[in-house]
């Protein structure tokens, strides 16, 4: 049974940095694209990035280009995202999901499993 148990939220300054993290286990994670998917307070789900398989391809939301990398270890079943200038709209519950294929795909709206999430919070 696959599960997704994410870490690294919490309370950031606008313009800082925060890296989160999500410890894989029950499937084949390196078999398996994985995206980061994040629901601000009283929003809707928000795509954020996805990343294929090996890591060699990503792709982002354009709300977060340039400012997020999504990166993974698939040695450690861990994928990674690291959060640069962050802004208050980034404020939301970050989650993991699996991909439902090995293909990094834009603006995914279809996931197998999901994460519990980890809160980000950037005030001031």
């Known amino acids: 049974q696959a599960q997704l148990v994410e870490s690294g939220g919490g309370l950031v300054q606008p313009g800082g940095s925060l890296t989160l993290s999500c410890a894989a286990s029950g499937f084949t994670f390196k078999t398996y694209a994985m995206s980061w998917v994040r629901q601000a307070p009283g929003k809707g789900l928000e795509w954020v990035s996805d990343?294929?398989?090996?890591?060699?391809?990503?792709y982002y939301a354009d709300s977060v280009k340039g400012r997020f990398t999504i990166s993974r270890d698939n040695a450690k079943n861990t994928l990674y995202l690291q959060m640069n200038s962050v802004k208050p709209e980034d404020t939301a519950m970050y989650y993991c999901a699996r991909g439902t294929g090995s293909l990094a795909t834009p603006d995914r709206t279809d996931f197998g499993s999901w994460g519990q999430g980890t809160q980000v919070t950037v005030s001031s």
């Open positions: 990343i294929s398989f090996g890591g060699g391809t990503t």
